[in-house]
């Protein structure tokens, strides 16, 4: 186990990054203090993991220097990184699943000879007892739930000798309950004198384990305040610069009618195993169904069972009481099924092309955008295009530019767009906002209200807990592929549902 080089003060001064075409960081200071937690805020594209891949030594910055207590220190690499007492657990776990957590922990350790795995084991043992992150450093990771991956990701750095964590998104695939324990584990850290960068779109986290906040903007620092002077409005405003709604107005569901009924649907998952076990669920036209879970529950096959991309094993799906269980997904979009699915850039757009090409590629063989049957109509794509464009707010240079150069938030409100210019009458959002800004957020939270009023059924699949309180009207939790309770959502609390997403029924919370 590397013995842990105590960092008293961290600075990054002046740091300067630039792409071609792009000033990603602009003159940025930055400092982190021993024994606190900084948090690290910003839009989509403000600077934010650019700023720590330069921390981390991924990027060398253009202009500006880093001081580590005080002592101007250059990180070519993340080796230099680690030496200098700085790890980083990224937001996807860098982890390999057939191997164990001690073999993990040895990758990329340098050796002489041979690496003592039982040594690496017996000093994780101890980091596990002493922080209370308990994982067997003798499973492999495959093994193991999401929650205690990330132990593994904070133990590895911790064994290496970090005084300084860097944690990107760290809650995003936590329950409530494997968040509140993350907590109790970081204020223990701090306590023996180690820094962390918390880096989050989650502002209430924010504001319960910070000491200080950093906004970044278009690559420049909006402010640095203490967490005790911040606001959920304050900090948002900061980062988007404009106010930002958190609380939307809502009108009592105005249920038009059953929309959706899928009765014991068994499917499998991509591993082969049964990923839906008799699912049965029903929706209704005017109202938003939050569907909670932590990922790797089923979530992913439902939404691809609704949409006609996964076969199933038993069972029947009917769309305003039309039996569609053998339906192609083309007659499933005919019929009025919309899909706004969990990965964007691999299900939902092709990154090589245009914003038009992906706005049509549902309707592409449909009027107005062929003639004759055959031939594009150019001309009716691009206004098409425009006009969602201008609606939606999404910001690209023109109708011809590859999707692959906007940002996410502008490529889901594309996709959003697109799925929703057909008037749907049963619309499947899968993580509408994972990776979204908070104003991006707010715009896509407002499009789904909007469906909602006209009518349309939104089956709401999110592991965003706050998002499913702000916009569904009932609330299912699925776990181990089945859905354990479905309620109203003012009869429910978050602890409640973490509860359930955890294993426990709706009887017993």
């Known amino acids: ?151 593994v990701e904070i133990l590895r750095a911790l064994y290496r000798g970090a005084a300084l964590l860097i944690l990107d998104e760290p809650t995003a695939v936590l329950t409530p309950q494997e968040v509140d324990d ?60 404009r106010p930002v709604v958190f609380e939307y107005q809502r009108n009592a569901a105005q249920q038009s009618g059953e929309r959706l009924r899928m009765e014991r649907i068994s499917a499998l998952s991509d591993r082969g195993e049964l990923g839906l076990k008799e699912v049965s669920l029903t929706l209704y036209g005017g109202e938003i169904v939050g569907l909670a879970g932590v990922s790797g529950n089923g979530q992913s096959e439902l939404a691809q069972v609704i949409a006609g991309l996964r076969a199933i094993k038993g069972g029947s799906i009917w769309l305003d009481g039309v039996d569609m269980t053998t339906h192609t997904p083309r007659q499933r979009h005919t019929a009025g099924v919309s899909y706004v699915p969990e990965e964007r850039m691999v299900d939902g757009a092709i990154k090589e092309f245009t914003v038009a090409e992906n706005y049509i ?18 001309t009716a794509i691009r206004q098409a295009c425009e006009q969602a464009i201008h609606k939606y707010e999404i910001k690209t240079p023109t109708t011809d530019t590859p999707i692959k150069s906007l940002s996410g938030g502008n490529i ?42 006209k009518g349309t059924a939104i089956l709401l699949i999110s592991e965003d807990l706050d998002e499913i309180f702000a916009l569904s009207d009932r609330i299912a939790v699925m776990y181990e592929g089945r859905i354990v309770g479905v309620m109203p959502r003012e009869s429910v609390t978050v602890r409640q549902i973490g509860q359930m997403m955890a294993g426990a029924t709706a009887d017993a919370v």
């Open 1 to 151: 186990m590397t013995n842990t080089q105590r960092i008293e003060t961290l600075e990054m001064r002046g740091i300067v990054k630039r792409f071609p075409g792009v000033l990603a960081v602009d003159h940025l200071d930055f400092d982190v203090r021993a024994g606190e937690i900084h948090a690290l805020l910003g839009e989509n594209g403000a600077g934010k993991s650019t700023l720590m891949k330069m921390l981390y030594g991924l990027y060398q910055p253009d202009e500006g220097s880093i001081l580590i207590n005080e002592r101007a220190t250059r990180i070519r690499s993340p080796q230099d990184a680690i030496q200098q007492g700085i790890g980083m657990v990224h937001q996807h776990f860098m982890l390999v699943p057939s191997l164990t957590v001690a073999e993990n922990t040895a990758l990329g350790m340098p050796s002489r000879w041979q690496l003592n795995l039982r040594q690496i084991a017996r000093g994780l043992s101890e980091l596990s007892e002493r922080y209370n992150l308990k994982v067997n450093p003798n499973l492999p990771i495959w093994q193991l739930s999401v929650g205690e991956q990330q132990r």
């Open 182 to 241: 993350l907590f109790v584990i970081l204020h223990r850290m701090i306590d023996d004198g180690r820094s962390i960068i918390f880096i989050s779109h989650k502002l209430h986290e924010v504001l319960s384990i910070s000491q200080r906040v950093t906004v970044l903007r278009s690559g420049r620092r909006v402010d640095t305040i203490p967490t005790s002077q911040a606001t959920k409005p304050l900090l948002a405003e900061m980062m988007v610069g």
């Open 361 to 378: 590629l549902q309707d592409h063989g449909h009027a107005p955008y062929v003639r004759a049957g055959v031939l594009l109509n150019h």
């Open 412 to 453: 889901q409100k594309l996709i959003l767009a697109r799925e929703l210019a057909g008037s749907p009458r049963l619309l499947i959002a899968a993580q509408p906002t994972r990776g979204v800004d908070v104003g991006a957020t707010e715009y896509i939270h407002r499009r789904l209200l909007e469906e909602r009023a």
